[in-house]
């Protein structure tokens, strides 16, 4: 038989293991509420019992803190107004035109009209583009809904798929809480020697 001091240590290393272990679980478990009218009480996991609210916070988080529309509203402009977009809307405009210049033009007259477009476009479209965005950028503002738009979308995930998706954030963190369970119990075993 194992003395005392090697026996209370490993008791309360399995035990606050597995209650970490449990509880690390209970997260996710049950899915649907176990109800026990004997002592009125309800067992849920936290993430089913609180999706909802878990999808609400976590869209305005994002739309009030991580991405408001004002700055998504500025990356798409930064985007648009990149120049290989303009080099690849002039391109586009000058393939158009040189479609539409009727054919009985000569060559060489269809391809200096199609070049002094594609400069036309050079100089305007920046500008064009830059009103066109001004005006939807004040429409993505007041219109957007993102903190709707991210709640819908965390709702919308399957609970396998929200354990999945908060398991490959969080995985080495709950595993740590499982294994500190264990150490802790373990040292109140070493303490419960010291008092025995």
Known sequence: MLPKW?????????IGYATNYIAVRMLFRPRRAWHFPL??????????????ELARVIGQIVAEELLTAEKLAEELRQVILKPSVLQAINQGVKKRAL????SFLPLAMRTVAVELIGELVDKEIPALLGKTLDKLE????????????VEEKVLALDLDQLEQLILKIAAQELR???????????????LQILFI
Do not use: C
Not at 7 to 13: D, E, M, W
């Open 6 to 14: 090697v026996v209370l240590p490993l008791i309360g290393a399995l």
């Open 39 to 52: 002592i009125n009480f309800t067992l849920q996991g936290l993430i089913p019992k609180r999706q909802a």
């Open 99 to 102: 479609e539409k210049l009727p």
């Open 138 to 149: 004040g429409q993505v503002v007041q219109d957007l809904e993102l903190a709707r738009l």
């Open 176 to 190: 740590h809480i499982e294994v500190l369970g264990g150490v802790l119990g373990f040292f109140i075993g070493l």
